[in-house]
């Protein structure tokens, strides 16, 4: 059992599909619920004996944050990998509903406290995994342990690059840090980059492959 | 914002001679990530090509700061209106 955020396009959506040909029952939390039952049947064309479900999920709203996560626990009392994939790239400036500047709410509050409220079932599923995908441009990013601003006001926001790299660091340092205080509970937690990658902002995105069904570098799951 | 489509073809057509990945190319650091089974062994790492990383900015690695994020990340939650 495995939830994907993102899982519409691009990284995570090629994720959750090789995930579904593996075998997995895969959630797609998607902010968008048309996208993201397109995205869920999409990869039941492509992978007919898919388990795939949907979840509402709209990182920009803690509030959203929290119903998902209750919903996913009403369902499911098994959670073997949490992907905290979904994010936004320098967008035009703005905030989360509760004021917090975009890209820090959606790329790593939203993601911190979905990982909070399930950590439980995470725990009960060990050995299992949270892989939060950050970027190489966490190197633009600053943050001051001394005065951590995790907000950023519209009159420092420039082109937003900054505030995305500071939303990336983010990333890598609450897999830091979760990493640390999950140590002996088997649930182990992971920051990567995923490379430069062409994601949706580049026009229509290929069909999931039908004929590499197992990728010769992708892992069989174990756990 | 979409981009406009003619961008999308000169990335499709330049991107592999410059190190830009499909979508699919992308996942796979995720799906290491996810079902290697060496990942425990590395736990708190940061991954990039499916392995851990070994260049990395110092922030990336700094355990205070690790620690003093996580610390404003829960007040900034507590102190929503929502929360």
Redesign the interface.
């Known amino acids: 059992m495995?939830l994907v955020t993102g899982a519409n396009?691009?990284?995570?959506?090629?994720?959750a599909a090789?995930?579904a040909r593996q075998n997995a029952t895969v959630v797609l939390a998607c902010r968008d619920a048309t996208r993201g039952g397109n995205a869920a049947a999409s990869i039941r064309d492509a992978v007919p004996a898919a388990h795939v479900e949907t979840l509402a999920l709209d990182l920009a709203?803690?509030?959203s944050v929290?119903a998902a996560a209750a919903e996913f626990k009403g369902q499911h009392d098994r959670l073997d990998?949490l992907?905290n994939?979904g994010g936004v790239m320098i967008?035009?400036y703005g905030t989360t509903?509760?004021g917090?500047e975009l890209q820090m709410g959606v790329n790593?509050?939203g993601h911190?406290?979905l990982t909070n409220l399930l950590l439980d079932t995470l725990t009960a599923s060990a050995?299992s995994?949270v892989?939060i995908?950050?970027s190489?441009a966490?190197?633009m990013?600053?943050?001051d342990?001394?005065d951590?601003r995790?907000?950023t006001p519209p009159s420092d926001y420039g082109m937003g690059a900054a505030a995305y790299g500071r939303s990336k660091?983010?990333n890598?340092?609450?897999?830091?840090?979760?990493?640390?205080r999950?140590?002996g509970t088997?649930v182990?937690?992971?920051?990567?980059?995923?490379?430069?990658?062409?994601?949706?902002?580049?026009?229509?995105?290929?069909a999931v492959?039908t004929t590499a069904s197992h990728?010769p570098?992708?892992?069989?799951?174990?756990h | 914002m979409r981009s406009p489509q003619w961008l999308g073809a000169v990335i499709k057509a330049a991107g592999p001679l410059v190190g830009v990945k499909t979508p699919w190319e992308g996942a796979q650091t995720t799906l290491q990530a996810v079902l290697g089974d060496e990942v425990p062994a590395n736990a708190g790492a940061y991954y990039s090509d499916c392995r851990p990383a070994t260049s990395l900015n110092p922030q990336a690695t700094d355990d205070g700061l690790a620690a003093a994020v996580w610390a404003a990340t829960e007040r900034l939650i507590a102190a929503s209106p929502s929360a």
């Open positions: 495995y396009v691009g990284i995570g959506y090629e994720a090789q995930l709203s803690l509030a929290r990998g992907i994939n967008p035009p509903v509760e917090v790593h509050v911190f406290l050995p995994r892989v995908v950050a190489r966490h190197e990013g600053q943050l342990a001394a951590v995790l907000h660091l983010a890598i340092l609450h897999a830091r840090e979760l990493a640390r999950l140590a088997g182990t937690a992971v920051s990567l980059h995923p490379g430069t990658v062409a994601t949706g902002a580049f026009g229509r995105l290929p492959g990728p570098f992708t892992p069989p799951i174990t």
